[in-house]
């Protein structure tokens, strides 16, 4: 059964620095794609970006490079989505999501930044 | 970036009654390797999404017969023959076609 579990909520102060994880299970994680997903308080879905564990291989969507980093560690099966110094406007759910497609869904990360 | 746009934006539906969603492309999303990447997701309420149908007219595993897809090109439809209480959601068309991807707008399905 593919799984995806990712990291506990989050409540940080603007400025701070965070990294969320994705673990996969079930499937092979060096040869699918993993992608990440934002969902914003009441809000639609936006696709940040998306690596291949099998060589690292990233892609950002513009409205999204420079502001995140998107890693894996495929000898424990995950990813990772960091950012250096949180806004407030970072406040939203994250998902991370298999595959190029997008055909399995981790339950997301909520992440709130507040002062 | 492509640009996906739904409607309705809200589609309230008698049980048992159909129930259809149209999405449309900025472009064609046919890629270079003949497929073209639609997909449509569920969103229940308080839920992560979850993938309905891909590549415009495949169900994914475990979804349910009543739910089915149609289009070509930049015109695309998501059909409900019967709705049920469990359909209750957001739905989202999403084109894989081109990086970055998109997603429509999202279309609320409610019980009248």
């Known amino acids: 059964e593919v799984q995806l579990v990712q990291s506990g909520a989050e409540v940080k102060k603007p400025g701070q620095s965070l990294k969320i994880s994705c673990k996969g299970s079930g499937y092979s994680f060096t040869t699918n794609w993993i992608g990440w997903v934002r969902q914003m308080p009441e809000k639609g879905l936006e696709w940040m970006g998306i690596?291949?564990?099998?060589?690292?291989?990233?892609r950002y969507s513009p409205s999204f490079q420079g502001q995140v980093t998107i890693s894996a560690d495929k000898s424990i099966s995950t990813a990772y989505l960091q950012w250096s110094s949180l806004r407030a406007s970072d406040t939203a759910m994250y998902y991370c999501v298999r595959g190029w497609g997008g055909d399995y869904w981790g339950p997301g990360t909520l992440v709130t930044v507040s002062s | 970036d492509i640009v996906m746009t739904q409607t309705p934006l809200s589609s309230p539906v008698t049980l048992g009654q159909p129930a259809s969603i149209s999405c449309r492309s900025s472009e064609s999303l046919v890629h270079s390797d003949g497929d073209t990447y639609l997909s449509w997701l569920q969103q229940r309420p308080g839920q992560p999404p979850r993938l309905l149908i891909y590549?415009?007219?495949n169900r994914f595993s475990g979804i349910p017969d009543r739910f089915s897809g149609s289009g070509a090109g930049t015109d695309f439809t998501l059909k409900i023959s019967r709705v049920e209480a469990e359909d209750v959601g957001v739905y989202y068309c999403?084109?894989?076609?081109?990086?970055?991807?998109?997603f429509g707008g999202g279309t609320k399905v409610e019980i009248k």
């Open positions: 590549k415009i007219s």
């Open positions: 690596i291949y564990p099998g060589d690292s291989d990233t």
């Open positions: 999403m084109q894989g076609t081109q990086f970055p991807h998109t």
